[in-house]
């Protein structure tokens, strides 16, 4: 069935409205068209720009699992390439951490706790966003691209709303027993909280420059470069292309640098000279990146439900969004599905709690290895640098 086909047969109420189609809305909004809920999927942009965006790559053993549930892996099967490995390098020299085996790439689930280990899939975010959409639109699930929400209404109320900017432009009201607000961190959700809803926020004092290069990965792991200059970072995307982050000062922008000058850089703080040489390309993509994090509390507000970047934002130092994203739309789909069909309401009360524990551990994840891995991050800044270089030294002896 054509997303048109699809726009054509839906009304203008379903009785759970999903907003936003990453991988958050895409996962919860297959899941509750498989149990057989009336819902509907309304996502600001067109459907090849969700398509294309190019994001995160990793995806953790726990969030592979819950794909296997639901029978929506068969594409990170047939073309993600597994491992479970990273190196680290040091002035100390070269160590690897074979974390699929230790357990350590889970954020853990219903049933499926961290501890089980196994590898992480590297696949890259816009084929798990094509794969779940074209599982969707396939088994007839409806969704509305080009589709802005700009608020939800009365969800402490009886009949809760969200108002769209339809894709002629005009302003339509869609009604519904339940909300999910799976729209990112600027998105309808959040700005509809109620004036009490609490947003911790923190800034981790670190700005990456994000890069996208066309060359063949470097080396067959996730490489973390810890170096006085500051942190590196090689992750593969697929056998063309390889993602590079370099520790960036904040405020410079990302064109600064000639590609020759980041390059050598590259070399330097992943000390090629001594482990090899890296692969050169051309440079795709360049981005800044401030290293914050949030988390909002609590994730319900009445009838609207808040899970994936729309709940808690994540640095990505240790790549855990996308990951806690599909956890969050599994347990919000089960709970939904609860509420919807046997009018048991226990998963949606306790929704918040639940999903706010994994939050919290993977933001206390993030934050250590964000310490770990960079040089001065906030919080350290003011302290002698021999001091903090020190515990970092430390810090890596244990881990080796
Ligand atoms: N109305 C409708 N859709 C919206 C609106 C809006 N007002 N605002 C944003 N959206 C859409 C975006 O266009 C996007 O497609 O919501 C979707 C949100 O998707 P993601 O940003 O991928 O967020 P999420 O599903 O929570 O995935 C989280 O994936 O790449 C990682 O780092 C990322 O941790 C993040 C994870």
Redesign the pocket.
């Known amino acids: 069935m054509t997303e048109s086909q699809n726009s054509r047969a839906s009304g203008e109420s379903a009785d759970v409205i999903v ?7 895409l996962v919860l909004a297959n899941l509750l068209h498989a149990a057989g809920i009336d819902c509907v999927l ?4 067109s459907r090849t720009h ?1 398509q294309t965006r190019p ?2 790559g990793f995806l953790a053993p726990n969030t592979g699992r819950i794909l296997d549930r639901h029978g929506l892996a068969g594409g990170l099967h047939r073309h993600g390439s597994r491992h479970g490995t990273c190196e680290f390098r040091t002035r100390d020299g070269r160590f690897r951490l074979d974390y699929g085996a230790l357990g350590q790439g889970g954020q853990g689930g219903q049933s499926g706790q961290s501890g089980q280990g196994g590898q992480h899939h590297v696949y890259p ?1 816009q084929n798990l966003v094509t794969d779940l959409l074209t599982h969707y639109l396939d088994h007839g699930g409806r969704v509305r691209f080009d ?4 608020a939800v209404g009365d969800a402490d109320g009886a009949a809760p709303y969200v108002t769209t900017r339809e894709p002629d432009g005009r302003p339509t009201r869609w009604t519904g027993r339940y909300v999910a607000g ?3 961190r ?3 959700a959040r700005r509809s909280l109620p004036p009490d809803a609490v947003r911790h926020h923190h800034d981790h004092g670190v700005t990456w420059l994000g890069l996208l290069a066309q060359a063949p990965p470097s080396l067959d792991a996730v490489g973390y470069a810890v170096h006085d200059r500051g942190f590196a970072g090689h992750m593969a995307r697929t056998p063309e292309v390889t993602r590079y982050y370099l520790q960036w000062q904040r405020g410079v922008p990302a064109e600064a640098w000639s590609e020759q000058r980041i390059w050598d850089e590259l070399d330097l703080r992943m000390r090629a000279a001594e482990h090899g040489p890296l692969h050169r390309g051309p440079l795709l993509e360049r981005g800044i990146f401030d290293l914050t994090c949030d988390v909002v509390e609590p994730l319900r507000h009445g009838s609207l439900f808040l ?4 709940a808690s ?2 640095a ?1 130092a240790a790549a855990k ?2 990951n ?2 599909v956890l969050e739309a599994e347990i919000l789909a089960g709970a939904l599905t609860d509420a919807l069909t046997r009018g048991d309401t226990a998963g949606l009360d306790g929704y918040s709690d639940q999903c706010l524990a994994h939050i919290w551990r993977a933001q206390e994840f993030t934050g250590w290895m964000t310490r770990l891995l960079h040089v001065a991050p906030d919080g350290e800044q003011g302290t002698e640098p021999s001091f903090h270089a020190a515990l970092r030294r430390s810090r890596l002896a244990s881990l080796r």
């Open positions: 907003l936003g189609a990453g991988p958050a809305g309304l996502e600001r942009a969700v994001r995160a975010q589709t802005e929400a700009l799976c729209d990112g600027h998105g309808a899970a994936g970047d729309a934002l994540l990505p969004g996308a806690l994203a």
